[in-house]
């Protein structure tokens, strides 16, 4: 018993003393940066930031290494074939830009022992990975006109405009005060529909056209909004309906790139038996 009561003792100094403790932490973020995509419209560029971005987090640290956090996240995204460096693609002529409302899941890995409540390092490099959703809604615009394009169904098919999200991604982070640290990230995320930009695979049987305004007196053809090829060809190219619209990969991506600060609510309590 007496063996028993010494070895206790001597736990309950090394808390007081020497700071073996098990903490318990809560971290708070926030981030600001761009935002960007890779879909049928923007193919080729991985890394061609197109919006802003910003977002917050809240994070439970386990311990140096492993952490848990729901984070929401908001971006813009665009892309227009008339930039693009594909003769075929400027042919083509569709555009589209949407906000991004995302909302996840995400675990994270330091590399070292880190966190900005404790441990022995003041910077880690991090990985994390993670499943969330997001909301979407793509728009076009032609002659200075507006339009909702998943209302008008341009390749005959229906949408919806929310889907799951898959991010991962890899990070820094750096330890400027006591609780404070500063980080920095790039994340992708693999959304599970090909509509970010409302294009997917084919051409509808039909052409679907807008109404007419005072900007399009007779409307835009919003599935083929294409353009002559040659500036001398009086022939307006119209594709084959059922023809391909799209670059026919399944899933559309999207990624953020932050900077952020965040703050550690640490909560040190001994070892318990």
Same mark, same amino acid.
């Given at each position: 018993?007496?063996?028993?009561?010494?070895?206790?003792?001597?736990? !309950?100094?090394?808390?007081?003393?020497? !700071?073996?403790?098990?903490?318990?932490?809560?971290?708070?973020?926030?981030?600001?940066?761009?935002?960007?995509?890779? !879909?049928?419209?923007?193919?080729?560029?991985?890394?061609?930031?197109?919006?802003?971005?910003?977002?917050?987090?809240?994070?439970?640290?386990?311990?140096?290494?492993?952490?848990?956090?729901?984070?929401?996240? *908001?971006?813009?995204?665009?892309?227009?074939?008339?930039?693009? /460096?594909?003769?075929?693609?400027?042919?083509?002529?569709?555009?589209?830009?949407?906000?991004?409302?995302?909302?996840?899941?995400?675990? /994270?890995?330091?590399?070292? /022992?880190?966190?900005?409540?404790?441990?022995?390092?003041?910077?880690?490099?991090?990985?994390?990975?993670?499943?969330?959703?997001?909301?979407?809604?793509?728009?076009?615009?032609?002659?200075?006109?507006?339009?909702?394009?998943?209302? *008008? %169904?341009?390749?005959?098919?229906?949408?919806?405009?929310?889907?799951?999200?898959?991010?991962?991604?890899?990070?820094?982070?750096?330890?400027?005060?006591?609780?404070?640290?500063?980080?920095?990230?790039?994340?992708?995320?693999?959304?599970?529909?090909?509509?970010?930009? /409302?294009?997917?695979?084919?051409?509808?049987?039909?052409?679907?056209?807008?109404?007419?305004?005072?900007?399009?007196?007779?409307?835009?053809?919003?599935?083929?909004?294409?353009?002559?090829?040659?500036?001398?060809?009086?022939?307006?190219?119209?594709?084959?309906?059922?023809? %391909?619209?799209?670059?026919?990969?399944?899933?559309?991506? *999207?990624?953020?790139?932050?900077?952020?600060?965040? *703050?550690?609510?640490?909560?040190?309590?001994?070892?318990?038996?």
């Amino acid at each position: 018993m007496k063996s028993l009561k010494k070895i206790i003792f001597s736990i !309950g100094l090394s808390c007081v003393f020497s !700071g073996t403790v098990v903490a318990q932490t809560m971290e708070l973020g926030v981030n600001a940066g761009a935002a960007g995509y890779i !879909g049928d419209i923007n193919p080729n560029h991985l890394f061609k930031p197109s919006g802003i971005a910003f977002g917050a987090y809240v994070k439970r640290n386990f311990n140096p290494y492993w952490a848990v956090g729901i984070h929401y996240n *908001y971006g813009k995204i665009k892309g227009d074939d008339a930039n693009s /460096d594909d003769l075929s693609l400027k042919t083509r002529n569709l555009n589209f830009s949407t906000s991004l409302n995302e909302l996840s899941l995400q675990v /994270d890995f330091n590399f070292l /022992d880190y966190f900005s409540g404790g441990g022995i390092k003041n910077f880690t490099p991090y990985i994390f990975a993670g499943a969330g959703g997001v909301l979407f809604n793509p728009k076009a615009t032609y002659n200075g006109e507006t339009f909702e394009l998943r209302y *008008y %169904q341009t390749e005959g098919k229906k949408y919806k405009n929310y889907a799951i999200s898959i991010p991962y991604g890899i990070g820094m982070k750096y330890r400027i005060g006591e609780r404070l640290g500063l980080f920095t990230q790039l994340g992708y995320r693999t959304a599970k529909t090909d509509y970010l930009d /409302d294009v997917g695979e084919r051409y509808p049987a039909s052409p679907v056209i807008s109404g007419s305004s005072s900007k399009n007196p007779g409307g835009v053809n919003l599935s083929d909004p294409s353009v002559p090829r040659y500036p001398n060809d009086p022939n307006r190219p119209n594709f084959t309906p059922g023809g %391909q619209r799209g670059n026919f990969v399944k899933n559309d991506t *999207y990624f953020y790139v932050h900077i952020g600060l965040s *703050y550690t609510f640490t909560s040190d309590k001994c070892y318990s038996f």
